[in-house]
């Protein structure tokens, strides 16, 4: 790794001058001199930025360079203009050879990581720990820096914040000892979103000055609290979105002239690692599983976008659920981070004007969620390390989001003028650079570290509050408890419920015997989420009604998410105060094992087996687990002795080992089967695996992400088209479906998509960029499929093939006419609808689209798709489902002028030609949310060859043929 250690002295260049007031110390702003106006970023800084001058140490360089890097003297704080040198340590400059902000440079996770782990070997204040890989097989960690004994000693603090975090058996008195010799953990995240490119640099250098310097500040800071580190939440995106910054964006010093970022970042989504609500997401659920072990009080998440920092505050709409001293924390801390700055003289931090308290789904809100506090800093950013000249509040219309997150409904405008929470606001042009985005965000987190090492115990003891808190607003407020009956069909779907609520820490028992309550009466086996638990408030949060405070407040994400509703499972509140006191055993896990009851009585060799389908979404698993085996789906109900089988439920004809097969694909899938002497006497059609391919625009692939993830977790094998594909032409002969994933926000946009400006941008893979070209590749990743790709998928659909479209996708079949009698318009600008749930009406029960679905209603998540308008001679027999529409019908969340979308399709089953159009206009695999609408997604797969019923009468010849002339080619790969 090549430390170059020479003998320095031990410099901090610019003393800080401290005083003690009211018993904290406070940062001092005053200093000698501020730099003087640094010459503006013309140069090609890329070659050896950092060489030294003769006799320089590196300390007199980095001030030197920092000075020259940094756009303004306004921009730069006196905690920040000078590198401490410790002899032994390496700074980020040893391991990397440049210092952190140097321009056109940007670090891959594997040398920070190097760094971190030179850091590591070289000072006893800090220690990095695994805590799992990613999708692409990238180290997750951990860095945690405090002083010496500390760090030898992190298992016991550890300890004191578990028993901080679950008060139940302590006394107030005993709180009070652990409260005197706890410490803090302030942890800090960076990298969650790739194109925020700033904080996994600026973490190293926090890093190091942690570890070494000796001034007031950082010896308290080492001293009271511990901090810790993830230096990218997600590597596998950080290093793609470094590679492709390297490959096409570091010359690129005109904000007019920037580019696309690169298609992917992580395996499946983007910004949306950020609304991971279930923690699906495999390097999500490790920072989870970290901070169920670690309980840090404090978590902060540091992305970029709006100018210069703001500092979250915690603003309306606010849940009310979660303890009120959060709300109290939010500012404090905002508040104080946003004087001390503008003390030092550095312009443009704010509070209070970005981001709510409604949503629980990002990422760092595990520690709101978990009585701890959450913190988010947007610090301005350039989406790479190339100075750039930014126009800070453009015209209205023109987009000025800093490669970051678009504030919602903001643009880039409307965040420079001077307001109560911002008074001295960002300015309207700036030239930035990637210092600058250090500088700021390093100054805010030591002054952010300044503030918690300041009031230690202050700090703990409001962990400590919240979560007993927590545990006796369950004691004093209803819902006391949630029941999830006993007996529901789908067991799968009540197991991954409880798993999910597992992973966040939530207790769950199952009833001993009978429950009854003043509200409800519940067999023996039911479970209970009593909410006088540490997580109870969590709980609620997860599992109630979503009553969104005020419908002329805007929010940032989902209004909704009940996960009953979503997963289509019950869940029932009590008021009941008794709720507490039903006796339990605790459930760790709710493994469902699948069987095959009634061999006995159909002898030994069933003539067939038959598999209930109750609408778990294994039963997709199960068909594909079943590849070369004949299954054939019943269209209606039918009875086998006693009990009733749903419409949709499986018979397989038990030739050869298929038994077997049946039996050991079941098991694990949990599903019910049962063995039948006789081929069951009712309508059935063969459930043809279709040859599929799902298609991704080049520009968003971020929702079809999501739709990958859910196919890869339930094992439905699919081919993943781009444009190249489309434009190929000859689809029909490749493929029986083509899925169109939610994406593009009009049909042009999903048809055209990436704008392009003459210049090619590749997405290949290279010996110099080995992460680019992953999941797909093209030679040019603008443009889209054209019209051409249009024509290819109408042949597609004309000669037999089947389209599904989710979402706004649904835009696409209407706009270009391939649709021609399916018209798609938009809601009203007074219409607002941020993912609430609704009802949606199943108008033909019969579709195989709701196999699984017995109830006339369903609760859908409103995706914001198009208003689909069918003529009315088709519309009884095209129309599947549709929203109730009105107030009444918002079933969790906010919809304002929910009367809009009366009575409108939501799902449409359209013959076209030979084939036939599925259109969502729900998106019925959002997030790994919506459980319970996975089902209509597949079902539209299985069967998706077998839906006649929305043809004409006597129309039904060209399907007849269509089934025949496939079966002729052997178009079904795993038919037999
Ligand atoms: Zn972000």
Wanted: with cysteine.
């Amino acid at each position: 790794m090549g430390l170059s250690m020479k003998v320095r002295r031990y410099a901090i260049v610019s003393v800080t001058a401290f005083l003690v007031a009211g018993g904290f110390t406070l940062a001092h702003p005053q200093q000698a001199a501020k730099p003087a106006p640094a010459q503006q970023q013309d140069k090609p800084a890329a070659s050896a930025p950092s060489a030294p001058k003769p006799n320089e140490t590196q300390a007199e360089e980095f001030v030197r360079l920092v000075k020259e890097w940094t756009t303004g003297p306004e921009f730069i704080s006196p905690l920040v203009d000078h590198l401490p040198i410790a002899q032994g340590v390496p700074t980020p400059k040893d391991v990397l050879g440049h210092h952190i902000g140097a321009p056109k440079i940007l670090t891959r996770t594997g040398e920070a990581l190097k760094y971190y782990r030179a850091l590591e070997a070289a000072s006893p204040r800090v220690k990095v720990m695994n805590i799992g890989t990613t999708d692409e097989g990238r180290e997750m960690n951990i860095i945690a820096i405090a002083d010496e004994a500390t760090i030898k000693s992190l298992d016991r603090y550890r300890g004191y914040l578990g028993q901080l975090a679950d008060p139940r058996n302590l006394s107030e008195a005993q709180a009070k000892e652990i409260i005197a010799q706890a410490k803090p953990i302030y942890h800090l995240m960076g990298g969650l979103h790739s194109a925020e490119t700033g904080p996994p640099e600026m973490l190293m250098e926090l890093a190091y000055r942690l570890a070494v310097e000796d001034s007031p500040l950082i010896k308290q800071i080492r001293d009271k609290i511990i901090v810790t580190i993830t230096p990218a939440s997600d590597p596998d995106g950080r290093d793609r979105y470094v590679e492709w910054y390297l490959r096409h964006m570091t010359e690129i010093s005109n904000e007019r002239d920037r580019i696309t970022g690169p298609p992917y970042w992580g395996k499946y989504v983007f910004h949306d690692n950020n609304r991971d609500i279930n923690y699906s997401q495999m390097s999500m659920r490790a920072l989870l599983t970290w901070y169920l072990q670690w309980h840090p009080p404090i978590m902060h998440d540091l992305h970029e976008s709006v100018p210069f920092l703001y500092t979250f505050s915690g603003q309306a709409p606010q849940n009310p659920t979660l303890d009120p001293i959060l709300y109290g924390e939010l500012p404090m801390f905002a508040n104080f981070e946003m004087t001390q700055m503008i003390k030092y003289g550095m312009p443009g931090v704010w509070t209070h004007g970005f981001v709510d308290m409604w949503s629980p789904g990002y990422l760092a809100f595990m520690s709101s969620n978990h009585n701890g506090l959450v913190r988010m800093y947007e610090t301005f950013g350039n989406g790479g390390a190339t100075t750039m000249k930014r126009n800070v509040a453009p015209a209205p219309g023109a987009g000025g989001g800093g490669g970051g997150e678009a504030p919602a409904g903001g643009g880039g405008g409307g965040q420079t003028s001077r307001e109560w929470y911002r008074p001295l606001p960002p300015y309207r042009e700036v030239t930035w650079s990637m210092r600058n985005n250090t500088n700021y965000m390093q100054t805010g987190v030591l002054t952010a570290l300044e503030y918690a090492s300041s009031f230690p115990q202050v700090i703990l003891d409001n962990f400590y509050r919240k979560s007993r808190n927590s545990i006796d607003s369950g004691k004093k407020e209803a819902p006391h408890a949630f029941i999830i009956p006993a007996g529901q069909k789908d067991q799968t779907r009540v197991s991954t419920l409880v798993s999910l609520l597992r992973l966040q820490g939530i207790e769950i028992g199952r009833a001993k015997g009978e429950i009854k309550l003043s509200d409800g009466t519940y067999p023996a086996g039911s479970l209970v989420v009593k909410r006088d638990q540490p997580y109870g408030r969590l709980a609620k949060i997860l599992l109630e009604k979503q009553n969104f405070p005020d419908a002329n407040l805007r929010t940032y994400d989902d209004t909704g998410w009940t996960m009953g509703l979503m997963l289509q499972t019950e869940v029932k509140p009590s008021a009941d105060k008794a709720a507490l006191e039903i006796a339990v055993e605790p459930v760790n896990e709710y493994k469902v094992t699948g069987s095959i009851a009634g061999g006995e009585k159909a002898g030994a060799s069933p003539a067939a087996l038959v598999v209930a389908n109750y609408g778990s979404n294994a039963m997709v698993t199960l068909r594909y687990a079943l590849k070369d085996v004949a299954v054939q789906a019943a269209e209606k109900s039918f009875k086998v002795g006693a009990t009733e089988y749903p419409a949709g439920s499986f018979i397989i004809a038990t030739k050869g080992d298929v038994a077997s097969q049946v039996k050991s694909a079941i098991e694990p899938l949990g599903l019910a089967a049962a063995g039948v002497a006789a081929m069951p006497d009712v309508a059935k059609h063969d459930v043809d695996l279709p040859r599929l391919a799902m298609f991704t625009t080049w520009g968003n692939t971020q929702e079809v992400g999501w739709v990958r993830h859910a196919f890869d977790t339930f094992k439905v094998p699919f081919d993943l088209i781009y444009k190249e594909r489309i434009k190929e032409g000859n689809l029909r002969a490749a493929y029986d479906v083509i899925l169109i994933p939610n994406q593009g926000r009009t049909g042009k946009g999903l048809v055209f998509d990436i704008e392009s400006k003459g210049k090619p941008i590749p997405y290949t893979k290279t010996d110099q960029f080995p992460t680019l070209g992953v999941y797909g590749s093209s030679a040019d990743i603008t443009g889209g499929m054209g019209l051409e790709g249009v024509l290819e998928l109408n042949k597609f659909v004309q000669s037999g093939g089947v389209i599904i479209t989710l979402g706004a996708a649904s835009f696409f079949p209407a706009e270009f006419g391939i649709t021609r009698n399916v018209n798609a318009s938009r809601t009203s600008g007074a219409f607002y609808a941020p993912g609430p749930i609704v009802e949606a009406e199943i108008l033909k029960p019969t579709h195989p689209i709701f196999y699984g679905y017995t109830a006339k209603t369903v609760p859908v998540r409103y995706a914001n798709g198009p208003l689909l308008a069918v003529p009315e001679a088709d519309r009884d027999r095209q129309v599947l489902m549709r929203f109730t529409g009105g107030d009444g019908a918002v079933m969790s969340g906010l919809m304002k002028g929910a009367n809009e979308i009366r009575n409108r399709a939501a799902v449409v089953d359209v013959p076209v030609g030979e084939g036939r159009v599925v259109l969502f206009a729900t998106n019925p695999c959002y997030r790994w949310q919506n459980h319970g609408e996975f089902g209509m997604l597949f079902n539209s797969i299985l069967h998706y060859n077998d839906m006649r019923q929305t043809e004409k009468p006597g129309a039904t010849s060209s399907t007849t043929s269509m089934d025949a002339d496939m079966d002729a080619q052997g178009a079904h790969p795993y038919q037999h």
